[in-house]
């Protein structure tokens, strides 16, 4: 019989004049849109006395207290309400202490800034929403900024970029702990991408789509998507649209976000992850059904993305599955 785990203790962190968007992001993901129980166990806590005011108007109320972060894997900061406003003590303090016995942090949107007033990200990488990204590097020259991005993962810390982002980061945890299988499961309930390649700039304008059902490429990104393992040019593909080089890269630019070929490689990439998360072929058929050729090809490109091999991808999922 399969061993069965804990669930896994989320800690939601709200404050006074929270936006119940984003306080609802984590809630909803790791609760309700889960399409079996017991694998989370969420808990909304308050870094403020209560009740707390949110931008819509109600108050909140009936929360737990900050203690709860002693006890959890995962913490997340859904946010922060003012830039120049220095987080509670008491908050950093938790989150220090939290982040020093191994759980899991994460910042969304300006939820980073809470985890750089922790001192938690000096040295590293990380992304906010990109209104704020100018003041977030001028005030935490330490860290490295990447403003062009949806999320960055640093070990157990990870920081999103704004609103609708703090979705990816979220499916991305979730795809770290339960696999491919169950992120998408949840993204469909949650009418999302199951996970979006590209920047912030391709998520102000336009998400990459998981169908562009109705759009004059739809047919080609099925095509390319059910033959992955055949090879592929810019040339071909335009061919195949009916198109010219030049304009299917622009339209698919418009469309995406993102390059034809920046694309075909974050497909390939991504199917190259589910089987080896889900399967236990051999790194050379995957690269031979992802379309990369050869395992050379494979192991190059995912380290380059991912830094790491197609084997540390896999026994690190394995372990991820059962310790968060």
């Not at 889900?278 to 192991?299: N, Y």
């Amino acid at each position: 019989m399969p061993r069965k785990t804990a669930p896994c203790r989320v800690a939601v962190v709200a404050f006074d004049r929270i936006s119940p968007f984003h306080l609802s992001v984590p809630c909803v993901v790791f609760g309700e849109a889960m399409p079996e129980p017991g694998h989370f166990s969420v808990q909304v806590c308050s870094a403020d006395p209560q009740p707390l005011r949110s931008t819509a108007g109600f108050d909140i109320s009936g929360l737990a207290s900050l203690r709860a972060l002693q006890t959890a894997d995962a913490i997340i900061i859904p946010s922060w309400r003012d830039v120049h406003e220095a987080p509670p003590a008491a908050l950093l303090r938790a989150l220090r202490s939290a982040h020093a016995r191994g759980a899991h942090i994460v910042g969304l949107c300006l939820g980073a800034y809470v985890l750089a007033a922790a001192g938690l990200l000096n040295g590293l990488r990380a992304t906010t929403h990109w209104s704020a990204a100018a003041d977030f590097a001028t005030r935490f020259p330490a860290i490295d900024l990447d403003p062009d991005v949806l999320y960055v993962q640093q070990g157990r810390l990870l920081t999103s970029a704004g609103t609708a982002a703090g979705i990816d980061c979220c499916l991305h945890l979730l795809r770290e702990r339960l696999g491919a299988e169950m992120a998408n499961r949840v993204a469909r309930r949650l009418v999302v991408p199951p996970h979006r390649q590209g920047g912030q700039a391709q998520f102000i304008e336009q998400p990459l789509p998981q169908t562009a059902s109705g759009h004059r490429l739809a047919a080609l990104i099925d095509h390319v998507r059910a033959h992955l393992d055949e090879p592929h040019s810019l040339d071909s593909l335009a061919q195949h649209a009916a198109m010219s080089r030049r304009s299917l890269t622009r339209h698919f630019k418009a469309l995406t976000g993102t390059s034809v070929l920046d694309w075909l490689l974050a497909e390939r990439l991504s199917l190259a992850q589910r089987l080896l998360e889900q399967t236990q072929q051999p790194i050379e058929h995957i690269a031979t059904l992802a379309g990369f050729g050869t395992a050379l090809s494979l192991r190059q490109h995912f380290r380059q993305r991912f830094g790491v091999t197609p084997r540390e991808w896999r026994v690190g999922f394995q372990v991820q599955c059962s310790d968060l």
